[in-house]
């Protein structure tokens, strides 16, 4: 009676590990670049690599259970540039500042290929690691400029690919976005509030949740459901269908020309939209390459490329 009482047990943890194993909503690579840092002993950051991909992966981000070929494959890499010092110029010990790096990206369906959702750097970012240091995040307040700003790109990554999946799929996690933004309003640390620029985490996500760029919701649906996702099965048609989504931008232009969120968009999709139309004939492709150049205007040399 005892080896059954003990063997249910273990099959009862085995079942629950295993899903805890795809339970999670990503799969997240991290890397850590500390070159810039003159500093005697860097295995504190061996420690720091771990806990973000730990947290990355291991958090549960929604109530929604993924199973391991839905998890959504993302990089995170830190460049850490600089110790942080105080007014008269001392040292402050384990606070540090540099770069952010986040790309995302969404299997297209039936096929081994990925489209791009996110690429993305964050150049506001700084943070305080002692060693071995838990990860700890609420909904409700911040904990950490650290964990907040993990917390901010794990919810925009899950709301980028659900708003792929289905019209506005994404809006329970963006508004969880947008509420980490909300709880992190008296941390000290930049990227935050409104006041500071126009192209933070505050601004990504009040643009994405603003009605005038409800288009480019719409788009990234109509682009990666019925464009990308269609390729394997019939190209044409997700070709035609896709190159028909990017149209969307010009209302988006129209309203809010020059838009930070406009420049996230082209980060992550300009390479992949050239490939699509170095793939198209001519004919099809002399709507869209005048509204690609108006709303991506640094880059018009590169459509016209791709026109002939």
């Known amino acids: 009676m005892q080896n059954q009482i003990k063997v249910g047990i273990a099959v009862c943890l085995f079942l629950f590990s295993a899903k805890m194993a795809w339970a999670q909503e990503l799969r997240c690579e991290v890397k850590i670049n500390t070159a810039q840092i003159a500093q005697a002993d860097l295995s504190i950051f061996e420690g720091f690599e771990a806990g973000v991909r730990e947290f990355m992966n291991n958090t549960k981000w929604t109530d929604e259970e993924y199973e391991e070929f839905e998890k959504i494959q993302c990089q995170i890499f830190i460049n850490v540039t600089t ?15 540099g770069t952010l790096t986040v790309i995302a990206q969404r299997r297209i369906y039936n096929s081994a290929f990925d489209s791009p959702l996110l690429n993305h750097q964050d150049k ?3 943070f305080t690691y002692l060693p071995n240091q838990a990860f700890f995040f609420s909904e409700n307040a911040s904990q950490s400029n650290l964990t907040s700003v993990l917390a901010f790109y794990s919810y925009l990554i899950i709301g980028l690919d659900k708003d792929g999946m289905a019209p506005k799929g994404g809006d329970a996690e963006l508004l969880k976005a947008q509420a980490v933004v909300n709880n992190s309003q008296n941390l ?16 990504i996500i009040n643009d994405y949740l603003n009605q005038a760029f409800s ?5 990234f649906y109509e682009y990666h459901r019925l464009g990308m996702d269609v390729l394997v099965s019939d190209f044409k048609k997700g070709r035609v269908a896709s190159l028909k989504a990017l149209e969307k931008l010009d209302k988006v232009w129209d309203q809010r020309p020059n838009a930070f969120l406009l420049q996230v968009f082209y980060n992550a999709k300009r390479q992949e939209i050239i490939n699509i139309l170095k793939n198209t004939p001519a004919a099809e492709k002399t ?3 005048p509204i690609l150049k108006k709303t991506d ?12």
């Open 188 to 203: 000290a640390e930049p990227g935050w509030r409104s006041t500071e620029n126009n192209n933070n985490r505050y601004w």
């Open 124 to 126: 506001a970012f700084s």
């Open 215 to 219: 288009p480019l919701r719409e788009l």
């Open 287 to 289: 709507s869209i390459i």
């Open 83 to 97: 110790q942080e010092k105080s007014a008269t110029g001392q040292v402050i010990p384990n606070s540090y500042s």
């Open 297 to 308: 205007p640094a880059q018009g040399s590169k459509y016209d490329e791709a026109a002939r």
